[in-house]
């Protein structure tokens, strides 16, 4: 698999650390730029050539949504994710409609990054997907799972081994362990088995008997 080459733009320099660093862990990323004002943006792309810039929203200079404008002008082929703070449904939805790929919260779990960014680069799997927009907590957000865990649960459910779940979601086996350990613990189980038992109990998880009832 090729490496993707990313941009990263946020006025916050601990947070283009971050990036690299959750970037770097995954494995396959190379952060060939970085940009702390919304005028940088657009040198840095032209200069570097990524496949993916990772754009905040507020920066000095010009918004990350005026940067959305000359990127699509100016470089249509590059893949946006925004990774902003801002929540308002509005700014999403000018962000989507300027061409970003996906909107992210700043808030979700880091370790998403990596996958979102490989899924916007495949445009059969997703066009844009947004962490940010409220919705009704489910039995699996109620138990505390992170959107994270619960994808890895659901994956455990239908069977898979550590090296399925990583190579379908995108993540290192290291990764599938640490989301396990997490998982058990938070549902106060020892092992896989107990795991899936209580998923469908529980219904955490999707299950054919719960659908047909």
């Known amino acids: 698999m090729a490496t993707i080459k990313v941009v990263v733009a946020d006025d916050h320099r601990l ?37 993916v810039v990772i754009l ?3 920066m000095p200079g010009a918004d990350g949504l005026k940067c959305l404008d000359w990127l699509s ?5 590059v893949k946006v994710v925004v990774l902003s703070g801002v929540e308002d449904p509005d700014t999403i939805q000018a962000a989507l409609n300027r061409g970003a790929s996906a909107y992210v919260g700043k808030h979700v779990d880091p370790r998403d990054l990596p996958s979102v960014v490989r899924q916007v680069l495949d ?78 109990q529980n219904r955490l998880v999707s299950h054919p008997l719960y659908e047909s009832a």
């Open 15 to 51: 947070m283009i650390e971050a990036v690299r660093c959750v970037l770097e862990v995954a494995g396959g990323f190379e952060v060939v730029g970085e940009a702390t004002s919304g005028s940088q943006v657009l040198p840095t792309v032209s200069r570097t050539d990524p496949d």
């Open 56 to 58: 905040d929203i507020r």
């Open 123 to 200: 445009e059969s799997v997703y066009h844009a997907l947004v962490h940010v927009l409220p919705t009704a907590a489910s039995p699996a957000d109620e138990a505390g799972l992170t959107p994270s865990e619960q994808k890895v649960l659901q994956a455990l459910t239908r069977g898979l081994s550590n090296k399925e779940i990583a190579r379908e979601l995108w993540l290192t086996e290291q990764t599938v362990k640490f989301h396990l350990t997490r998982i058990y613990r938070r549902l106060g189980v020892a092992n896989r088995t107990e795991a899936v038992r209580h998923a469908y």
């Open 73 to 77: 002008s100016r470089h249509p082929s």
